[in-house]
């Protein structure tokens, strides 16, 4: 087979098996980049190879290895050039002082950690070739390194971009990332030359690249931020003069002597730190590099990796102590630097594991050292395993550690979607994702005309979806944004509502997520609320207008759900509740009731389904109905009808009203099928809006607060 359709098929099989094991990872709320460094793994010998080494063999034969490799070191270099975009010098303007003590100690700690193991691992994984001093700068580079961009993912992902905790990891990260490439620029120095007398030359030239890349650099970039504002875009011609210094800065360190990445993480943190300017080189960058480019370097990797090394029961003590010295250094380190510069212990301890991820920045070190000769396969793989195992424990640490609930009280300003104070003790809680907010004004509507005038609160919930762990938009500043944008709209529409006085209870909920649905559920929880009201969503690849992320929150959200089918109705005055006397029924019910108490002028039918001529009204119906006050009880009318078809009684009586509701059963055609799916007939065929309710809980009641209050007639 030609070599290049090989490369071809190759490239095919990583980008989809890291898609693949990259979601995988985020169903269990891991980094993107856990996904694809196994995914890498599975395709080496350490899974392909072992199951079926012949397979192996053929997809990737020795002579196509050098392909990859190339196509590796392209996307590591403008990967190390984004990482640059992003180290803006914002960063290290608070708790600079805390920062770098507690950074400076977090390597120090770990570095002399690693020199120290040096002396047990040198004679068991390496060899006379190469010295003892390059080898203990690489391994103690390799356990003090931190991964600045899965580290700023993570504290996006949690909603920590605006706390104490917060910023002053990010800027402890960016003081490591700095002082952990120069270690490892010295090196890969020392590597080179095989001595640190030696490597004296390298090291005054890349100090005087630095400072020439600083100033003059820096003014020249200078010039393209101002060409950029003046004509207000990114042309092709300028970005072409940009990856071309990209690619001249990296050949001129690896010609210093130090490697190709550094001259492109140079470019990218001198860039001048223009929002727009920096937006726009990421957005037209990270995308061909993070799908096509980086995915081959994890299996580039993945291939240099071999599990199997590690055949004897001394070889995996030692792999276990090379992970507790990697932990224990960083952690402790992390931990007693903060607790010595006044920070509480909760918060010393979520900032140590926050600074233990490693993660892909740990992948690059180890494979410039192997590269090198420096490390051993076997001892590359030691180290795999331990940037795996150290970058997926953190998420979870993080948050037994430095749980959801203490994140707002750690707010160095008030949160975004605090708009004015919420009231104390409100009487009902309504929680409405809003998805689009110029689209949704109705489903708004809706929720106010459920809860009522204040205390009774209504929280629009926009949550920004960040799919992906590398992308521009995932890192904190730029979250912020996304959240400031959203925040605006969602006050534009809180200012269309009508009647003025009902927005006076409106308090919207902004926050990043990678899981809607999940997290819904979780605020649902945590702020207590009676009821989600969500709009209707097809799916992409369905017209099921229960299924997705709708039916998502039907079935895994832990309180009441309705779902609203809009069918644009100017108004909301004239309701009809469809009741077959079951706990379903009971919420729709419960909530028109709400909303003819809200309003003097709404008309409530109750279609009631019965299974024979003459049968008495069910129990729950009958207490309902008479527990309500007679001004509302006069506004209430009952309409019997047969079971013969109840599905076609509701459509023919939805053409007399502007809003229908139904509980999710089989009487209405509305009920969960295979995979937690609901067919949905009524939603196609309802002349009127439809209003589907879903009950959690039995013991709920939506208005019990309303009887207790003077009625509006």
Known sequence: MHPAILVLLQVLIVIG?????????????????IGEI?????????????????????LFPAETLSYLNVLSEIGLIFFMFLIGLELNPKYLSGQIETAVLVSHVSIIVPFSLGISSALILYPIVSNDSVSFTAFALFLGSALSIT??????????????????????????????????????????????????????????????????????????????????????RLTQWVLAWIYMGVVASALITELIGIHLIFGAFLVGAVMPKDPGLIREIAEKTEDFVLIFLLPIFFAYSGLRTEIGLLNRPELWLLCGLVIVVAITGKYVGTYVAARVSGINKREASALGWLMNTRGLTELIVLNIGLSFGVISPLLFTMLVIMALVTTFMTSPLLERTYPKELIKLDLIQPEPQAISPQPINPSYRVLVPVANPNTQKGLLQLALAIAGKPPAVVHPLSLVELEEDYLFQSTPDEANRLISEQQKRLEELIES???????????????????????????????????????????????????????K??????????????????QLQSLLVAYASNIHDDLGLTLALRMLFNDPNRQ?????????????????????????????????????????YPIQAVIEASRTVDLTIVGTSRTWGIERQTLGRYTDQLAQDCHSSLLITRSYSQVTSHITSLLQQPINT
């Open 38 to 58: 196994i995914a890498g793994i599975m395709l080496g010998p350490s899974l392909l190879g072992l199951i079926a080494p012949d397979a192996m063999a053929a």
């Open 17 to 33: 098996l890291s898609r693949l094991m990259g979601l995988a990872c985020r169903a269990i709320k891991q980094p993107l980049v």
């Open 497 to 551: 509502l009508e009647p003025p006085e009902l927005r006076q209870g409106v308090y919207p909920i902004i926050r990043i997520a990678h899981d809607v649905a999940k997290e819904t559920g979780e605020i649902a929880l945590a702020d207590q609320a009676n009821l989600i009201l969500v709009g209707w969503h097809r799916p992409a690849f369905s017209d099921n207008r229960l299924g997705g992320r709708v039916g």
């Open 553 to 570: 929150i039907l079935n895994t959200s832990p309180a009441d759900v309705a779902v609203f089918v809009n069918k644009e109705q100017p």
């Open 147 to 232: 991964a600045f961009p899965v580290l700023a993912r993570i504290i996006t992902e949690n909603n920590l971009q605006g706390t104490r905790l917060g910023t002053l990891a990010l800027t402890c990260a960016a003081v490591d990332d700095v002082t952990a490439w120069c270690l490892l620029a010295l090196a890969i120095a020392v590597t080179r030359t095989n001595s640190i007398s030696g490597a004296f030359p390298t090291i005054m030239a890349s100090i005087l690249y630095i400072t020439l890349m600083a100033t003059g650099g820096r003014w020249l970039l200078q010039k393209l931020s101002i060409h950029y504002k003046r004509r207000g």
């Open 604 to 644: 409530l039918k109750i279609l009631v389904i019965l299974s024979e001529p003459g049968e008495e009204l069910s129990y729950e119906l009958r207490n309902t109905i008479d527990s309500l006050p007679t001004p509302i009880q006069a506004r209430v009318q009952l309409v019997r009808a047969e079971e013969t």
